[in-house]
């Protein structure tokens, strides 16, 4: 028997009416002749009652620092309100439902709370659930550990529980269906004429994820790929195709022909991030500086990103929340650093750039024509990126995206 593993999120659970539309791509499916194991996000977002921010808010409106046994608890239990009321809907819709937690799919994983990794699945309880001829529910982004702990994926976590879950059950496919078309040359919320990527490589959708394009959880990508399993990315609200995410180019019916790797795929951005700047021209004692402001952080448990060091300047970013911390650690070393508070990192990638000359000239051309001032910049195999003020973060991401005429025209 065929299986589909069909993960929804939150934009498609919110209300009634989404979720009916949620029962209808389940039930077309069926009717298509193949089994299906539903995944479901927390309904809605941010400011929606039982989303998972609201979730959060509640408990730090008490505790600013709550444990993080604790808020795994409360945040895994989104998922559970959006499973038991689709799988309810499902059954008024006469389609046998059954709802099934983490723990009670069989998902397990290492104990590190907020961000756990699924280590395996024993899928015994979804199969016999499928065997009864019933559609499980699985509520995405938690599992339980060995020592029996619940624990949580990280956010999009549940695209991963799709993606491992779709390995496990040997899927012919994972389908994440979402609030968009599917995977776009950058996100159509800033950019109007953003195009659709009909197909795309797991390697490049890992790039535009890990990156910042939020529309899909890396992790998820890496898991499907490790195990062959092909994605595909559409939307609840059309009956678009979406992106499929392979290694090959299955439209080709006789032949199998590898999808190359594009020049650029697309622009993402990640926007909240502080940069550090630490200028230490005017220290008697320079030498090791590097490695002690680095050791410090470090032992401090603070993660930072973007760095760059030259003779007598140290520059680096932290996430908001960790840059006052990072100021007062760095004063009690004797040093004077500067913080810019509200600064974005916009990205221009594409895992075919390797060795293509001037694509760097190009963005910075982008930029600069737009008056916006570059705060940093850094590239690797498969990317570049700059820092810019958060201000001119959009502005930056249509200059890059019409630089390289990523858009439908
Ligand atoms: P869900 O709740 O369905 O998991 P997410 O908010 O996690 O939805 O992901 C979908 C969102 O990802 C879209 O609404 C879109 O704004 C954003 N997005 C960012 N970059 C891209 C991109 N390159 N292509 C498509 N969507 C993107
Ligand atoms: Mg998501």
């Not at 808010?57 to 600013?64: A, G, I, S, Y």
């Not at 959006?82 to 723990?103: C, D, K, M």
């Not at 990508?221 to 995410?245: C, H, K, N, Y």
């Not at 750039?353 to 600069?368: F, H, N, Q």
Request: contains cysteine; charged residues 20%.
């Amino acid at each position: 028997m065929r299986i589909t593993v069909q993960k929804f999120g939150g934009t498609s659970l919110a209300n009634y009416e989404q979720r009916d539309r949620v029962c209808d791509i389940i039930q077309k499916t069926l009717e298509s002749g193949s089994q299906t194991v539903v995944v479901v996000s927390a309904m809605g977002r941010k400011n929606d009652p039982y989303a998972t921010d609201t979730l959060i808010q509640l408990v730090r409106e008490v505790n600013p620092h709550p444990s993080a046994r604790e808020m795994d608890l409360i945040m895994a239990c989104g998922e559970i309100i959006s499973g038991v009321v689709l799988t309810a809907q499902l059954n008024t819709r006469g389609i046998p439902a059954r709802f099934f937690t983490g723990e009670q799919a069989g998902i397990v994983t290492d104990d590190q709370f907020s961000d756990a990794h699924i280590k395996y699945i024993n899928p015994k309880n979804i199969l016999a659930c499928l065997k009864e001829g019933l559609v499980p529910v699985v509520a995405g982004f938690q599992g339980k550990s060995e020592n029996g702990e619940l624990t949580t994926l990280g956010r999009g976590g549940s695209d991963t529980t799709a993606s491992a879950l779709g390995v496990a059950l040997h899927a012919e496919v994972v389908e994440i269906f979402t609030d968009v078309e599917g995977v776009m040359t950058a996100d159509p919320r800033i950019v109007e004429n953003a195009r659709l990527l009909d197909d795309i490589t797991y390697n490049e959708v890992c790039q535009l994820a890990r990156d910042g394009a939020k529309v899909i959880h890396p992790r998820a990508v890496e898991i499907a790929m490790q195990g062959g399993i092909p994605l595909r990315v559409r939307s609840t609200f059309s009956d678009s195709a979406g992106t499929l995410i392979t290694h090959q180019n299955h439209r080709q019916q006789d032949a199998v022909c590898i999808i190359r790797d594009r020049l650029i795929t697309g622009v993402t951005y990640t926007s909240n991030i502080a940069q550090i700047k630490v200028n230490i021209s005017q220290l008697d004692d320079k030498k090791g500086m590097e490695l002690k402001i680095f050791k410090t952080l470090a032992d401090n448990g603070i993660s930072i990103d973007f760095i760059s060091v030259q003779p007598e300047l140290i520059m680096f970013t932290v996430l908001p929340d960790d840059s006052a911390r990072t100021i007062s650690i760095l004063k009690n070393l004797g040093l004077d650093p500067e913080v810019e508070m509200n600064c974005a990192k916009v990205a221009v990638v594409g895992a075919g750039m390797t060795g293509i000359p001037g694509v760097m000239a190009r963005v910075v051309e982008a930029l600069t024509d737009n008056n916006i001032p570059i705060l940093q910049s850094g590239d690797s195999y498969t990317n570049i990126w700059c820092l810019v003020k958060r201000e001119h973060m959009e502005q930056a991401v249509k200059a890059l995206h019409d630089k390289f005429e990523l858009g439908n025209s």
